[in-house]
């Protein structure tokens, strides 16, 4: 098995899943080239060591410049603020690093933009943290839909609801600060709008509304001075797709107990699918024309006749986790490397998703629909 090194920047709450994913991935893809940890940086010195001693990285530092241009590093995993996203993959790219992102890659389109095109001129290959669609019972939606198994597709219902930020006492951080693009339309909703895309196809039209419901936070955990807060805390678009139908997307970081509501209905002349992140292995299917004394949902269960869920458990029913969607995310990255099938969601993928905000942004500052473009 053919070895590549790793490095990853930033050690939070995201560090942790890729390198866990990076260390899991060969024994669950036999396939796989298998990943050598070789370097951990983060900002905070302490950390990065902290992490180092805990993956088995080889090295551990605070300056990530050195670790992306370290010979023994191939592969780069950016998971720190989104501010930082664009100077990172930009060294690493020139560095000629494959480059594995975190959502969304920057705080605007047009920064996107040229992290895409640096990628593609290099020839590097690019994968996005868009996780939740690497889920095996999302390819079945997505299979039954292209299949048409629900006729024409004439609504699309989504949402991605949390509550990280409904306290008002939840100090200023870099979700909020504004260099680093939208609040939860850009946090969150980056997802719901990537899992439509990758559903339905391209979005063509967007009018938004976006209100920020938490004016102000403190500076500092427990500080009594305050900040004002200038992003969203609930982002609501209704959307177009090219395909022809209408669709509503909500980002809202402030739903009091909703913990991982990132779900949908997508409905069709012929049925309904519904999907939530809270039930991640199961999807609910409603068929037309059933007859009236038993027509109802039908709850399918995720199990091995869902690839590649078999890669992890034999039996069905016993369930994949959050981080076995990053394992999976991280195969499909060195499958892509190895030369296979460049399943994405790439920078370019990642670049029509930060369009899709950008205009919900706009379009919600000018009250008014607006063309995607
Ligand atoms: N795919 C997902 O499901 C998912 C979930 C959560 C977060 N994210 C994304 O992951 C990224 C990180 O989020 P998180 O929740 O892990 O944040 P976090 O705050 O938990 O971790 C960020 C880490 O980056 C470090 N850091 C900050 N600035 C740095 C710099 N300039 N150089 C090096 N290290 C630096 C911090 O010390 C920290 O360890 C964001 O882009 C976020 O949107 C994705």
Not at 19 to 41: C, D, I, M, Q, T
Not at 100 to 118: G, N
Request: aromatic fraction near 8%; proline fraction near 5%; charge should be neutral.
């Amino acid at each position: 098995m053919q070895e590549i090194g790793v490095g990853i920047i930033g050690t939070g709450f995201m560090g942790k899943t890729h390198a866990l994913a990076y260390r899991a991935v060969a024994g669950v893809f036999p396939e796989s080239l298998r990943p050598k940890l070789v370097a951990v940086a983060d900002i905070d010195e302490d950390a990065a060591k902290r992490a180092a001693a805990q993956f088995g990285f080889a090295r551990a530092s605070s300056d990530w410049k050195s670790l992306v241009t370290d010979p023994a590093v191939e592969v780069v995993s950016i998971t720190t603020p989104n501010r930082v996203h664009k100077e990172q993959a930009l060294a690493a790219i020139a560095a000629g690093k494959h480059v594995h992102c975190e959502k969304p890659i920057a705080p605007r389109a047009a920064d996107a933009k040229i992290m895409m095109e640096a990628a593609e001129a290099a020839g590097v290959v690019t994968q996005v943290g868009f996780n939740y669609i690497k889920n095996p019972i999302l390819g079945l939606a997505r299979s039954m839909i292209v299949a048409g198994e629900l006729g024409d597709i004439v609504s699309f219902r989504g949402i991605h609801a949390e509550d990280y930020m409904a306290d008002a006492d939840v100090p200023y951080n870099w979700r909020v600060d504004p260099s680093g693009g939208g609040g939860a339309i850009a946090d969150i909703g980056s997802h719901i709008i990537g899992m439509s895309r990758f559903l339905l196809g391209p979005i063509v039209e967007v009018i938004a509304d976006l209100r920020t419901v938490v004016g102000s936070r403190p500076v500092s955990p427990g500080a009594a001075e305050r900040r004002k807060v200038e992003v969203d805390d609930i982002g609501r678009a209704i959307v177009r797709f090219e395909r022809g139908c209408s669709g509503s997307i909500e980002a809202n970081w402030v739903a009091l107990g909703r913990k991982m509501q990132l779900g949908f209905e997508v409905t069709g002349t012929k049925g309904t699918l519904v999907f939530s992140q809270e039930r991640l292995n199961e999807l609910h299917f409603y068929r037309a024309g059933a007859n009236p004394r038993e027509a109802g949902f039908v709850r399918i269960e995720a199990g091995p006749q869902h690839a590649p869920y078999g890669n992890f458990i034999v039996a069905p029913g016993h369930q994949l986790g959050f981080n076995e969607l990053k394992t999976i995310e991280v195969a499909d990255f060195l499958r892509a490397i190895a030369g296979g099938e460049q399943k994405g969601p790439d920078f370019r993928e990642a670049w029509e998703i930060q369009k899709i905000i950008d205009t919900a942004i706009q379009s919600s500052k000018e009250r008014r629909w607006l063309a995607v473009s």
